[in-house]
């Protein structure tokens, strides 16, 4: 079992910036991946920026130019530099990870509790 623990959500104007964090723990083997989604009430929950082992990363086209996803992988550890924060960015934030489950056994995804994100005036 992996744990993930986000840190760093709350509330900011439009314009400001935000940086969260996740932290894995647990019967870690492999972390292939990590990344965030995000979810509105009522909504489905959708990729924000993921990064993958080997230089991978993808970002969802509203959040080009303004996030940026980066890995320290030493810590096990994954973080989402949010800028130019907009009220449309106003969602609870997931931290997702790709895992190999120990001795090269499957590919398992993990979520964190999430992380609300508000943007407002």
């Known amino acids: 079992q992996v744990q993930l623990v986000e840190s760093g959500g709350g509330l900011v104007q439009p314009g400001e910036s935000l940086t969260l964090s996740c932290t894995a723990s647990g019967n870690i083997f492999i972390l292939y991946g990590m990344g965030w989604y995000r979810q509105v009430s009522g909504g489905q929950r959708e990729l924000v920026a993921i990064d993958k082992n080997g230089g991978y990363t993808k970002y969802a086209d509203s959040v080009k130019g303004r996030f940026t996803i980066s890995r320290d992988v030493a810590r096990d550890t994954v973080y989402l530099q949010m800028n130019s924060l907009e009220p449309g960015d106003t969602a609870l934030y997931y931290c997702?990870?790709?895992?190999?489950?120990?001795?090269?056994?499957?590919?398992?995804?993990?979520w964190g509790q999430g992380t609300q994100v508000t943007v407002s005036s």
């Open positions: 997702y990870a790709d895992h190999v489950e120990p001795d090269y056994g499957p590919r398992r995804d993990y």
